[in-house]
């Protein structure tokens, strides 16, 4: 039996882990991966202690800070958490069962996806969620980025590298920060689609092209493009805990101002929750308060 039990491994997980270790509680970290969603990101500019450092880098001094310390690092993905009496039982898609007197759930979100037809079919044909990932493969070929907020424009900047055109599709005004919107006006290679969306991903054994239709007129064309590198938003990866734990109407998982979710002993941190800001300093400060949180309950 565990005292702690923590589900996920980006930065929110991370800090817990290691604020859990050092106040001496038997804990593990269960995940399956080590990083999050920073590991898809080049360039973070907003962490304090580096100027500018790659979201990857940022993420391995993470893991080897949490190496130091004495904390079982179990890599499986979490199917499902029951309350077993006084404890809690965390299922992984392995058949493994773990106890845990608390737990904290720091599952982060993943990325939304369009709902057209071909998305599904050409995904890693073409169709991607990460630039700073799969940008190196469309060398000198016409892609699409669709989004108009940071994470979109960050795909524009990743790709600029890469890809001979960008076409950025967006169905709103863009909302990314000023400053990315700013060096967006200074790359040549950009066409701007504003409030249009795409409604169908085409090709044959790769993509070839999308169809893009201009909200106002439904007005429909084609792009011909080998890319699709869809960066519209992410979803909290908070469906395991259906029917346990109360959650928004998006899927974030409430909690207090004390990571303390409306079941006794089973805390939230990070992404996954209803934390105002999604932000990598945000997650590791709430990752190391749930810890704290959950110590002084297990004091009790
Ligand atoms: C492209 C991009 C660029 C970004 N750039 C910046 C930036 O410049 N600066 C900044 O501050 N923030 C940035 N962010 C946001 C930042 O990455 C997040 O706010 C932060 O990673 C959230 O941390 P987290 O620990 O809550 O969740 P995540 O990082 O999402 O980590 C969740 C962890 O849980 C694991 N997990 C999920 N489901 C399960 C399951 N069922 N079982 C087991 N494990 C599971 C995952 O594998 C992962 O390890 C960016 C995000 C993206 C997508």
Redesign the pocket.
């Known amino acids: 039996m565990y005292d702690l039990i923590i589900?996920?491994?980006?930065?929110?997980?991370?800090t817990a882990g290691v604020f859990a270790a050092r106040k001496g509680l038997k804990a593990a970290i269960?995940?399956?991966?080590?990083?999050?969603?920073?590991n898809?990101?080049s360039?973070?500019?907003?962490?304090m202690g580096f100027t500018e450092i790659d979201?990857e880098a940022l993420m391995n001094r993470f893991e080897a800070q949490v190496k130091e310390h004495r904390l079982d690092r179990i890599q499986?993905?979490?199917?499902g958490v029951r309350i077993d009496s006084a404890s809690f039982s965390v299922k992984?898609v392995d058949q493994g069962e773990y106890m845990a007197r608390t737990v904290i759930v720091?599952?982060?979100?993943?990325?939304r996806t369009l709902n057209v037809p071909g998305e599904n079919e050409y995904r890693n044909k073409g169709v991607s969620y990460?630039?700073?990932c799969d940008g190196p493969l469309f060398r000198s070929v016409p892609v699409a980025v669709v989004g108009g907020g940071?994470?979109a424009l960050?795909?524009v900047f990743d790709l600029e590298h890469y890809a001979s055109e960008i076409h950025l599709i967006s169905l709103t005004e863009l909302t990314a920060d000023a400053v990315f919107q700013e060096r967006l006006r200074s790359i040549s290679k950009v066409k701007q689609y504003i409030k249009h969306t795409v409604t169908e991903i085409k090709g044959t054994k790769l993509v070839e092209g999308i169809v893009v239709e201009k909200v106002e007129t439904k007005e429909q064309f084609e792009l011909p493009v080998q890319g699709v590198f869809v960066?519209i938003g992410?979803e909290p990866?908070t469906e395991?805990l259906e029917g346990l734990v109360e959650k928004a109407a998006n899927g974030e998982i409430k909690i207090d101002c004390e990571c303390q979710t409306n079941i006794p002993g089973l805390f939230a941190?990070?992404?996954?929750t209803t934390v105002p800001e999604?932000?990598?300093?945000?997650?590791?400060g709430?990752?190391a308060k749930a810890a704290i949180k959950a110590w002084e309950q297990l004091l009790q």
Do not use: H
């Open positions: 589900i996920g491994a980006g930065p929110a997980g991370m269960i995940s399956k991966d080590f990083g999050g969603q920073a898809w990101t360039d973070i500019e907003n962490y979201g499986t993905d979490v199917q992984t720091t599952t982060g979100k993943r990325p990460c630039s700073t940071n994470s960050k795909a960066e992410l990866n395991f941190a990070g992404d996954a999604k932000q990598i300093i945000i997650a590791a709430e990752g």
